[in-house]
Each structure stands twice: as C-alpha cells, then as structure tokens.
C-alpha cells in the first residue's frame, strides 16, 4: 500500500503538448520530491519542495506543492520526446525515509 | 564526485543461492538508505543508515535479508536462500539533508 497516489498512470501525448501529473496523499509530508526514471536506471531527482503552496519552475517543468503539504502536481509545458520517462513522487515524514507514488509513465511522441 | 554508484547492476541466480550487492555512495553523504522497485511500483523502503548505524529497518526485510555499512562508507545488502520473489531492482540512495539520490540499481532475477 503507497501513501501516495499519482494520476494518470499513463500519459501518452504530441511533441509540443502541455501535460499535468498528480500526486495526492491523505498525509501531511515534511518534503516531496519528484523525480524521473529511465527503464532499467535509478529514479533521478528533479525537485524538492518544503513550504505549503510553493511553486518551483525549472526550465518548461513547473512543480506546485499543496497549500496543506497534501499533493503536488508537475505540469510540463511543450513536452519533447526527452521528456519520455517514469515520474515519481516521493513524501518525506520523518527525517529518513521516503514514500514513493507508483508512478505516471509519460510517452512524448515526435 | 561521480554519484551513488552500485555492483553489480545485474544478477541472474538461482532459488536458494545467496547474493550480495554493494552500494558506494557520495562521499560526503552521511545517510545511506536501500529500496526495493518491482514492476509497476514505486521504490519501496527497506532499510536506512546513519554513518555506520543500521537505524531503522521494514517489515519488507525478512531475516534472510541482511545489510552493513562498516565504517560508514559503502554499504552491503545480502540476500540468503533467494526466493523468485526476491526477483526485483535494488535501489540505493544517500544524502547530507532531505535530498536523496540514487544510484542506478542492481536487477536481480531469481530463476
């Protein structure tokens, strides 16, 4: 059983298309993390958020954590096919561990 | 530093044989943690140190499972009397803070 659980499961669209991945727990996390993971690689991370509400923009990928520290969303916009990927999110509670979602597969087609 | 580095990154082995994998971590990195990653899932929790000190391990861990970080450097995992469904990906990770990055995971399949 995941504490978190992410939506889609799977996300195929175009090259040049606007995508959104969510993550969303019935617990209250220190930390979430996002990361991406290539098949057969360890999960690399993109971004960690600390503060209810904070919004992290890196590049065309755009990470909001909820205003309770509850759910996350990632949203990338004008997906390549180097955005091809597993995207996981992890919650951290305590001063260790992490708690991983099941991940959303997202395929960018050229 | 080139990051968390793991070996093997495959294993095939037999039912009943044990196994060891290592994981090297980033040097300055004080934490070191193991997953376990199957199919479809997540990375899931199995055990955490803190320098050399084992603090915390999941009810995932069966006693056939056993890991050490002598020293607080590199860290082992050993798997005895392997069983098909140890068959998945081992994961490490370290960090200094909140922060944890993985090394690139060492498959097991158990025929």
């Known amino acids: 059983t995941q504490l978190l659980e992410q939506s889609p499961q799977f996300l195929s669209i175009q090259e040049g298309e606007n995508l959104t991945v969510y993550c969303n727990s019935s617990s209250v996390f220190s930390s979430l993390q996002w990361y991406r993971q290539e098949p057969g690689e360890g999960p690399v991370l993109l971004v960690t958020?600390?503060?209810?509400?904070e919004v992290k923009k890196l590049k065309r990928l755009t990470f909001q954590f909820g205003d309770a520290r509850k759910d996350s969303s990632l949203h990338i916009t004008a997906a390549q096919p180097g955005d091809t990927g597993l995207y996981l999110c992890a919650g951290g509670m305590d001063d260790y561990k992490l708690s991983f979602g099941a991940g959303t597969t997202v395929t960018v087609r050229a | 530093d080139t990051g968390v580095s793991q070996d093997p990154r495959h294993k095939i082995t037999k039912r009943g044989q044990n196994v060891t994998f290592r994981c090297d971590p980033i040097?300055?990195?004080?934490?070191l943690y193991w997953y376990r990653q199957t199919l479809g899932q997540g990375p899931e929790f199995l055990t955490y140190f803190q320098n050399e000190a084992q603090l915390e391990k999941s009810r995932l861990l069966s006693d056939r499972f056993s890991a050490e970080r002598p020293k607080g450097s590199f860290s082992t995992l050993e798997i005895q009397r392997t069983e098909q469904g140890d068959s998945a990906m081992y994961l490490c990770?370290?960090?200094?803070?909140?922060?944890?990055?993985f090394g690139p995971g060492t498959r097991l399949t158990v025929t």
């Open positions: 040097s300055e990195h004080n934490r």
């Open positions: 958020v600390v503060t209810g509400g």
């Open positions: 990770a370290s960090s200094s803070f909140n922060e944890q990055y």
